[in-house]
């Protein structure tokens, strides 16, 4: 399902309670209010697979983030500021490739190392995380050497003020041509009191593109066909000009198909749904698009927002949103599988799960689901269909795929590191 501009689709009013807690591995702003509650889910399909997640011995401190290396090993970040590469066949050592456990400092609430990337020669790696000081987000560069262990110092490309202790999104992204992708929270304090996801002028509540620049005194250059390059936007409002889309809440994860282009954004609700959205590379990448926060929660209206006459035009919706029914609390973005060993028939499947769930999803496009006979008919106007996977994956936090092509998973709460395969 492309994106699309559309107009608000009627609901029941929603639940106001908070999502991604890592401290807690739990749900809550503080703003909680009860104020409806959320429609019935659609079932998932029944996929007729079944996915195991293989726990690894290796040990971990609250790891945030999981990457593949060229070289077969595995680079996992760690909320208090550690970066270990770990070999998956003999994962029982580690070494410490960054510690940058100083400037990290803090750990309360959502705060600590959230992004890791990789520049495309795997010479430069790039950290996102909230610095001590002040809780500011922060992406800073770090050379890595021949030895593959990065510089004790690095290069800061960007610094953004946090109001508050939540949503400091933080996932980073280096795509095949060096451009750098930052997805940012709208600043917290439960339901956007600053009213940054509909405003294309701040860098919160926005997902970022820019070009790193390594020396000189700017820290990053402005792609020429950013939609804001010049400032503003078609309208002549003011926007930032490093801003590639808006109207998010805190995305959490967001994934290239290494096939297509396709780009999937996880983005975590308020206190009714969850969404994921999938933009599709023959449409531009969705130059400006506008995911609607905190207009509306995934398909729905925010009641809580401001008054839904307001809401601007050409929102864009998401392909998959869920209710909180179940114990579901905070969608987790993961990989999109190609050629993965352990997951033949999963290729082309998003993967993704929620945090409080613990069970492994996959959503694959209608197409293809047609072909298999897996298509549920309540999804078809939104083109892709919920698989129900089956692996347990308790307080997954992040996804992340070897040069192999084999899935890894890792949960901050319970500090393991998963390799996920297909049974049988």
Not at 286 to 313: I, K, M, Q, S, V
Not at 411 to 419: D, I, N
Request: aromatic share 6%; charged share 20%.
């Amino acid at each position: 399902m492309s994106i699309r501009p559309t107009n608000p689709r009627p609901i029941g009013r929603a639940l106001a309670a908070a999502a991604l807690g890592l401290a807690t591995v739990g749900c809550s702003d503080g703003d909680v209010s009860d104020s409806g509650s959320a429609g019935t889910p659609v079932p998932p399909a029944t996929s007729g697979l079944a996915v195991s997640a293989e726990e690894l011995d290796v040990d971990l401190e609250s790891p945030t983030v999981v990457l593949g290396a060229d070289d077969g090993t595995l680079l996992v970040a760690e909320r208090a500021g550690n970066v270990r590469r770990i070999d998956p066949e003999d994962p029982s050592t580690s070494t410490v490739v960054l510690d940058i456990t100083a400037d990290v400092g803090d750990v309360s609430g959502e705060k600590g190392l959230l992004g890791l990337a990789m520049s495309p020669d795997e010479d430069e790696l790039y950290a996102s995380y909230t610095r001590a000081e002040d809780g500011a987000g922060v992406i800073t560069t770090f050379p890595l050497g021949d030895d593959g262990v990065a510089a004790a110092s690095g290069r800061e490309l960007l610094m953004v003020p946090q109001p508050f202790a939540n949503h400091n999104g933080g996932h980073v992204v280096v795509d095949d041509d060096g451009l750098l992708w930052f997805g940012l929270g709208d600043g917290g304090g439960g339901g956007d009191p600053e009213s940054n996801g509909q405003n294309p002028a701040t860098l919160l509540g926005s997902l970022l593109r820019v070009r790193p620049t390594l020396d000189g005194d700017d820290p990053y250059e402005i792609p020429d066909d950013n939609p804001f390059v010049d400032g503003s936007t078609p309208a002549g409002d003011e926007a930032a000009p490093e801003a590639w889309a808006y109207g998010l809440r805190n995305p959490w994860r967001f994934t290239f198909d290494s096939a297509t282009g396709d780009l999937w954004i996880a983005d975590v609700g308020q206190g009714a749904y969850e969404e994921i959205n999938h933009v599709t590379v023959g449409e531009g990448l969705g130059l400006g698009a506008n995911f609607g926060w905190n207009r509306r929660e995934g398909t729905h209206p925010y009641t809580d927002g401001p008054d839904p006459a307001e809401e601007p035009g050409d929102l864009v919706d998401p392909v998959f949103d869920y209710d909180h029914s179940g114990g579901r609390c905070s969608v987790t973005g993961g990989v999109v599988v190609r050629d993965s060993p352990g997951l033949p028939d999963l290729d082309g499947v998003y993967l993704w799960a929620d945090l409080c769930e613990g069970v492994l999803h996959g959503l694959r496009t209608n197409d293809a689901s047609e072909a298999d006979g897996t298509t549920a008919p309540d999804n078809a106007e939104s083109g892709v269909t919920d698989l129900d996977l089956g692996a347990q994956v308790p307080g997954i936090t992040s996804f992340g795929t070897a040069a192999d092509g084999e899935v890894y998973a890792v949960s901050v709460g319970e500090s393991r590191l998963w390799r996920l395969t297909q049974d049988g």
